[in-house]
């Protein structure tokens, strides 16, 4: 069955960085863009932006220029998500999802605090 | 960037009742696509394309609308559909969701 298996919860201190994997399985990685949603406590989703798994491009909404680089390790169907120079407010849950959106993975909750 | 504003913001029903949340785009799109998300679990796609019914999703999930405005609506409100929906478009970069509608059991 089609599964997105990302990375345990981590707890960083700002300034530093944080890297989150998303592992796919069950389909051919490549036949599908993987994106990265954010959703800070008690708040909504909001869309940070994707990845084509097939060139490798990544695109990012414009709040998530910078700091914030998506990858892949296409050999392990995995995608991952870089965060550098972590603010308090990166302090979320950030899932990935396939590219209708009808796969998400189960989340990963970063914290933020020093 | 297209802003989603769902309504109402929270809301409860009754076993049985239906319920309508509505989603108006801040301009045209072409296609509304709508999530659940129960409290502490990953969101999960409900209708795609406006109105068709993803894999697994009762049939009392329905969606509809066009232009400017859609909807949501549970034919039959049952417990389990205790949780929050929001509204997507992709007809207009960047992608946005709306700001969710949390729904509850009386």
């Known amino acids: 069955q089609i599964q997105l298996v990302q990375s345990g919860p981590e707890l960083k201190k700002p300034g530093e960085s944080v890297k989150i994997s998303c592992k796919a399985s069950?389909?051919?990685?490549?036949?599908?863009?993987m994106h990265w949603v954010k959703q800070a406590p008690g708040k909504g989703l909001k869309w940070m932006g994707w990845i084509n798994t097939y060139t490798g491009k990544p695109t990012y909404a414009d709040d998530f220029k910078g700091r914030f680089v998506f990858s892949l390790e296409a050999s392990a169907s995995t995608a991952n998500l870089q965060i550098s120079n972590l603010k308090n407010e990166d302090t979320a849950t950030y899932f990935c999802a396939r590219g209708r959106f009808d796969y998400w993975g189960q989340g990963v909750m970063v914290t933020v605090s020093s | 960037e297209i802003v989603l504003t769902q309504s109402p913001t929270t809301t409860a029903a009754s076993p049985g009742e239906k319920v309508t949340i509505t989603c108006l785009a801040s301009s045209s799109v072409s296609n509304m696509y709508w999530y659940q998300q129960k409290s502490g679990a990953s969101p999960k796609l409900l209708i795609y394309?406006?109105?068709s019914l993803a894999s697994g999703v009762p049939d009392r999930f329905s969606g509809s609308g066009s232009g400017t405005s859609y909807s949501l609506t549970i034919n039959t409100m049952e417990a389990e559909d205790a949780a929050t929906y929001y509204c997507?478009?992709?007809?207009?970069?960047?992608?946005?969701f709306g700001s969710g509608t949390k729904l509850e059991i009386k």
């Open positions: 394309s406006t109105s």
């Open positions: 997507q478009q992709w007809s207009s970069n960047p992608l946005t």
């Open positions: 069950g389909y051919t990685f490549t036949d599908y863009a």
